[in-house]
């Protein structure tokens, strides 16, 4: 009965935490206003998740990794090699910075303001950039190279992606965004050439 009632109080500050993280942001959202919304006190929270940071992790990788899903399930549909980069590169620099109230620009706010005693993990991110390598090795009609050069590129979306959300939620630079997109997928689908030669300088 003990265990049941746990599961419930967490579930309720994880609800309350996420209906608050898309209404007001990271940066927004006090504990105590978590808290009143569950129905339990702020300090009650802190059973339940190490810190304000990870509860926000609880919300936001689950949101994230299923994003990505949906992605590679849209890529099922699409044709051509470099049409399926395109809307790869597109999805992750232009449509996730800017859905549901700029939801991704949570994470700039959490990480920003987080202490070595938050213990933040790069797990989410590793995870990501391996989904999206494997995409990226599927768009291929025949893969010429192993993981770790697909995870490399996916590193370079992921670092670049920060900056995109900080741009969509701040409503600067929009307009660099297509010619972005266009240049990486071009870069992504010619470093994918089977007659690309390594520079030696």
């Not at 810190?51 to 051509?80: C, H, N, T």
């Not at 999206?132 to 768009?139: F, G, I, P, S, T």
């Not at 920060?162 to 929009?174: E, I, K, P, Q, S």
Request: glycine letters at 6%; one cysteine or more; proline letters at 4%.
């Amino acid at each position: 009965m003990v265990q049941v009632k746990k599961a419930e109080v967490r579930g309720a500050i994880l609800e309350a935490a996420t209906q608050l993280f898309f209404e007001n942001g990271y940066a927004g959202t006090s504990a105590s206003e978590i808290g009143q919304r569950a129905g339990v006190a702020p300090s009650a929270i802190y059973r339940y998740f190490d810190s304000k940071l990870d509860l926000f992790f609880q919300v936001y990788s689950p949101w994230l990794k299923a994003r990505l899903d949906q992605l590679e399930r849209e890529l099922k549909s699409i044709d051509g090699h470099r049409t399926k980069v395109q809307h790869i590169v597109a999805t992750i620099w232009r449509e996730i910075p800017n859905e549901q109230n700029f939801f991704a620009n949570n994470l700039m706010q959490a990480v920003s303001t987080a202490i070595p005693a938050d213990h933040y993990s790069g797990n989410l991110l590793e995870w990501c950039e391996q989904h999206v390598a494997r995409m990226l090795k599927a768009a291929e009609p025949k893969p010429l190279h192993g993981l770790a050069h697909y995870s490399s590129l996916a590193h370079v979306l992921f670092m670049s992606f920060n900056g995109f959300v900080v741009g969509a939620y701040l409503g600067v630079r929009g307009e660099k965004t297509v010619p972005a997109i266009e240049a990486m997928t071009d870069l992504i689908v010619g470093a994918s050439a089977p007659d690309l030669k390594p520079i030696k300088g």
